[in-house]
């Protein structure tokens, strides 16, 4: 237990000191290395950024188009490495970019129901969203169109999640509260996806 509150601790600080000591440009490279298929959450890095935003540090809009650019930043490279190295390459290397030969099955079907719309769509939901490109790359989309749909999926996403730290900073008071008294659960858990995640881009 202490040993995952020590590395979620870590985990979490970094995020704010980077965002805090960074303002926008620590929002956009966080970002960016999460879409690079980091373990990196979205859901703690735009959080924090929306409870900059109460403090005054930048503005909603400037926290999400960062969170945005990001995003698009960060996935140019693994669409190239999906567009230069292909399905064989993604699935014998795969698990050294934490995706899963699973997770390129989910996305695969996904671009094929929808096309160039699922990379819009994928930018909105958990998980998909940070291993997108490389099926992209695989299926050589077209990177205007698959930057576009990136960037305007990724900030309805950035806006969400920043509005959700606003509202977390607006009443931080009841959330301290909440946190102190199931601080040992709440770590417990998110250290159990966290491992579990791992565990299953690493293994064989």
Known sequence: MEFLHSVIGHVFGWIEHTIAA?????????????SCNVPLPSEAILPFAGYLVTKGVM???????????????????????GYFGGRPFIEKYGKWLLVSKKDLDIADKWAQKWGDWAFFICRMLPIVRTFIS???????????VFLTF?????LIWSYL??????????NIAVF???????D????????????AYLIHHFKK
């Open 59 to 81: 503005s909603i809009h400037t926290a999400a188009f960062a969170g945005a650019l990001g995003c698009v930043l960060g996935s140019i490279p693994s669409y190239y490495i």
């Open 134 to 144: 490389l099926p992209a790359g695989i299926l050589r989309a077209r990177l205007p």
């Open 176 to 182: 301290s509260a909440i946190w102190h008294k199931f």
């Open 161 to 170: 999640l920043v509005f959700v730290g606003i509202k977390f900073g607006e």
């Open 184 to 195: 040992v659960v709440i770590v417990l858990v998110f250290g159990a996806l966290f491992v």
């Open 150 to 154: 990136t960037f305007i999926g990724s």
């Open 22 to 34: 960074m303002g926008p440009w620590g929002v956009m490279l966080l970002m960016a290395v999460e």
